[in-house]
């Protein structure tokens, strides 16, 4: 190849490089901004920022697609819980334990559910039932605290509690949106 062959490829690629960094939309310093300021006004700002920023393919510059991310996030959060509590169901002998774990498993797969048909809901600006659908995932998490003293009287498990924990902060999150939305 000659030089103005190599030339040329050189060029080409420089182009594509820079027209395909300018075709990626990320997240703009303006959007930035504008998702801090409506997460500081939640409870929960920094779970809430961190999850609307981690959701990339989705653009943050209006209150429903932030509040979808949350409930996104809410929802992989029920999932993991889901998961870890049919672990521990699987992996334990103990009959008010397994009672325990069986019922925990069961709610956090009924908050999951639940949790994606508010998504569902969201994408047809359904609001005031994804609303709905977020209080009942909320109630869910509950169930499975509740049925923790109720047969086995033990502290629910790290693992499992971290993901509850982290699904009702998203909770309190997703309230905030839930109100600028209803206006």
């Given at each position: 190849?000659?030089?103005?062959?190599?030339?040329?490829?050189?060029?080409?690629?420089?182009?594509?490089?820079?027209?395909l960094?300018?075709?990626?939309?990320?997240v703009?310093?303006?959007?930035?901004?504008?998702?801090?300021?409506?997460?500081?006004?939640t409870?929960?700002?920094?779970?809430?920022?961190?999850?609307?920023?981690?959701?990339?393919?989705?653009?943050?510059?209006?209150?429903?697609?932030?509040?979808?991310?949350?409930?996104?996030?809410?929802?992989?959060?029920?999932?993991?819980?889901?998961?870890?509590?049919?672990?521990?169901?699987q992996?334990?002998?103990?009959?008010?334990?397994?009672?325990?774990?069986?019922?925990c498993?069961?709610?956090?797969?009924?908050?999951?559910?639940?949790?994606?048909?508010?998504?569902?809901?969201?994408?047809?600006?359904?609001?005031?039932?994804?609303?709905?659908?977020?209080?009942?995932?909320?109630?869910?998490?509950?169930?499975?605290?509740?049925?923790?003293?109720?047969?086995?009287?033990?502290?629910?498990?790290?693992?499992?509690?971290?993901?509850?924990?982290?699904?009702?902060?998203?909770?309190?999150?997703?309230?905030?949106?839930?109100?600028?939305?209803?206006?």
């Amino acid at each position: 190849m000659d030089i103005k062959g190599i030339t040329f490829t050189i060029v080409t690629q420089i182009f594509l490089l820079v027209f395909l960094l300018s075709a990626s939309k990320p997240v703009k310093a303006d959007d930035k901004t504008f998702v801090r300021k409506l997460c500081d006004q939640t409870l929960e700002p920094d779970v809430c920022l961190n999850c609307i920023l981690s959701d990339t393919g989705r653009e943050s510059s209006n209150v429903s697609n932030m509040t979808y991310s949350i409930l996104f996030c809410m929802y992989s959060e029920t999932t993991y819980a889901h998961q870890c509590a049919d672990h521990l169901y699987q992996n334990t002998a103990a009959v008010r334990l397994k009672t325990t774990y069986r019922v925990c498993g069961d709610t956090m797969l009924s908050a999951s559910n639940t949790l994606w048909d508010g998504l569902t809901k969201m994408e047809v600006s359904d609001y005031k039932n994804a609303h709905v659908s977020a209080r009942m995932a909320h109630l869910d998490l509950l169930r499975c605290v509740f049925a923790f003293s109720k047969y086995a009287d033990v502290p629910v498990p790290a693992e499992l509690l971290s993901y509850m924990v982290q699904a009702k902060r998203l909770f309190d999150a997703a309230q905030f949106m839930f109100l600028l939305l209803d206006q």
